[in-house]
């Protein structure tokens, strides 16, 4: 990664607070983030410590309480319908759980239609519509014939969240945000998604932010990492420094949490907790 | 949406209850095109003639006559006079008149009503018996009159000229119409209600006013409720907080009080059925705004209206698509008790007073109204109230069968 880094996103005390009074929850605390083009960045921390919540934030999905989010540089201006559809079309995501992230009553073709007529309009024919979508689906290694006319909730986990990348392949947006994409599949499945999100990324060559509650996989994928404590970045830099030599207490509790870290990573014995 | 429709008329549950509610809605439409009666005509000179067959006894004397000479046409006849009480009746005045009780068999008519024929005298009043009674044994003796007696019934006219009678026709006993010959012959099947009006024809028309008056408050009440829901739940801040404010007012002011006293202001004149119907809508409306808005709370942070939103569609679009089918169910379930009780709220208006003008049309809780004021109920006149609750309790039957078949169309996960 030596190449000249160019700023994409950064976010500039970034502050959420859900609820008033007693039931105040900081959940995302003055948080300073930024994030180049091309690097594949880790934001890591355990359960609770606000990653979706910094995810949203970043997706212009929740506002900030407090705080600034910059985008190429710019201050991101998502005040109206319009331009939050120009910003979508440039940053993705790819939620948590697959099993609540498409509408139930709309079938396959209708997620992956919608991709389409984001990122070119109306213009395309039926035909060639459905060219993309079976492209796209074989990227993922879906049938595409299988996946029309089926709905969402026919699928299992890890087709649903292949399904999202195929989304994304037909997106091909600058920036993707991943919440943690595997945490509810099996290892096996785990491993395909991985690989075919680096796969993505080589090809369209994005931003990739990866949300995950493992550092070991952090350590495997990114060149930048963040650990998250409590709503708060506690230590932030390059991949190996920040896991090889951590400086904060809490990042030794979740380096010693994984304990193959300093072995050769085999995707095809990994144990997830 | 073709595909959903199929799906809904796939379910059981549904199609049982749309049967049900066509069978009754096509009762209502096709109903008056046959019997053409107005539905508030009184027919009976009384009340609550029971339900059957009536046949003209003017026609019935004038129409042609067969000779059927049936074997227990006479015991039949005395059967339906002398009945077991009566007997006893009988048997009782006798005894106390003084004839020793080993004398009589209730079971030997002939000499059961010698013995009375012999002993009674209206003119008689025996200790301890009432006035009541006294009428009573009037009328039983009266009606044993000349019920052995094997002559005919003779038919007089007046004639017009000398004023005497003369002598038209006999009778036999054994003389029958066929009863397709008898010009005259109704069919009460409810029988009638307390003003004399035919019960099925009035149900009918009711059944049908009612069904407006709760879908249209039913309509306007979930179209309020859920348009204010929708807006508070999903947009949220200075919106919600104002759609809130007037949910709360409408929330501490009861609406049936709400409901009468509008009525009330309204006046008696101008309350046709579907002004009640419009004013019940608008009071109630409340809990749809209410239930509909928590739904929408905890659905618009889901992953998938944020999907939504990822990808490029409006608020209007997810509004529709990705809240609305998830709520569908629970606003048909709305809907429902906003029908059944709307058709309630009348009845409860009507009781009051404050219904529909009763002048005009009859609505289910009108019926009950005047079956509960008339009695009745006490009286064991069941056919003026009974048929009201029989299809009340099927509107909403029907309609709750529709949707727990509509909840597994739209819930596809509930669906095995
Ligand atoms: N919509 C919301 N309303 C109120 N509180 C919320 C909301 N979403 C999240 N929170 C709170 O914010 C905090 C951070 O939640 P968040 O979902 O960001 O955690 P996370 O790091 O993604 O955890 P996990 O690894 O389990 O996904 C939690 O304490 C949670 O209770
Ligand atoms: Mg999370």
Known sequence: MAEEKKPCLCGSGLTKIYGTGVQKNVAVDHVDFDCCQNEVISIVGESGSGKTTLAKMLLGLTKPTEGEIYFQGKKRDISNMKKKKEYWKRIQAIFQDPYSSFNTFNKIDAVLLDCIAMRNGKKYTRAKKIEIMEEACCFVNLEFDELTNKYPFELSGGQMQRLMIARVFILKPEILIADEPTSMIDACSRATILEMLMKLRKEIGMTIIFITHDIGLAYYISDTVFIMERGKIVESGPAEQVILHPKEEYTRRLISDVPKIHEEWDLSSVKYG | MKTALQQVFHSRKFVTGFAIFMAILLTVFLYPLIIQDEPLAILGQ???????????????????????????????????????????????????????????????????????????????????????????????????????????????????????????????????????????????????????????????????????????????????????????????????????????????????????????????????????????????????????????????????????????????????????????????????????????????????????????????????????????????????????????????????????????????????
């Open chain 2, 46 to 416: 009384g009340n609550f003639f029971p339900p059957g067959i009536y046949v003209n006894i003017y026609d019935s004397i004038h129409s042609k006559s067969y000779v059927l000479n049936l074997k227990d046409a006479a015991s039949k006849r005395i059967g339906k006079i002398l009945t077991d009480q009566s007997r006893q009746d009988i048997k009782e005045w006798l005894v106390s008149y003084g004839v020793p009780e080993d004398q009589i068999d209730i079971n030997d008519t002939e000499s059961l009503l010698s013995q009375w024929e012999e002993n009674y005298d209206s003119s008689i009043s025996l200790p301890g018996m009432t006035f009541a009674k006294q009428r009573y044994f009037q009328r039983l003796d009266e009606s044993v009159n000349g019920l052995l007696s094997s002559e005919g019934v003779v038919i007089s006219e007046v004639n017009q000229e000398t004023g005497n009678l003369d002598q038209t026709n006999t009778i036999d006993q054994s003389e029958y119409v066929h009863i397709n010959e008898v010009a005259n012959v109704r069919i009460l099947p409810l029988g009638t209600d307390n003003f004399g009006r035919d019960v099925l024809t009035e149900l009918v028309k009711a059944t049908g006013v009612s069904l407006k008056i709760g879908l249209i408050a039913g309509v306007v009440a979930t179209l309020i409720g859920l348009t204010l829901g929708l807006l508070s739940g999903y947009v949220g801040g200075l919106v919600d907080d104002i759609i809130m404010f007037v949910t709360n007012l409408f929330t501490v002011i009861p609406s049936f009080v709400l409901l009468i006293l509008i009525s009330f202001s309204i006046g008696q004149d101008n309350r046709g059925a579907t002004t009640i119907a419009v004013v019940i809508g608008l009071t109630s409306w409340v809990w749809t705004a209410r239930a509909v808005r928590s739904q929408v709370i905890s659905l618009r942070n889901r992953d998938h209206v944020n999907l939504s939103k990822l990808s490029g569609h409006s608020t209007a679009h997810i509004i529709l698509n990705d809240i609305l089918p998830y709520i569908a169910s629970y606003v048909v379930m709305a809907l429902i008790l906003q029908v059944s009780s709307a058709i309630l709220s009348e009845a409860s208006l009507s009781i009051l007073g404050l219904g529909p003008r009763t002048t005009e049309v009859p609505t289910l809780g009108l019926m009950m109204n005047w079956a509960m004021i008339y009695q009745a109920h006490i009286l064991g006149k069941w056919w003026a109230y009974f048929p009201v609750i029989v299809v009340i309790a099927l509107i909403t039957f029907s309609m709750n069968l529709m949707n727990t078949g509509l909840d597994q169309v739209f819930n596809p996960t509930l669906r095995d």
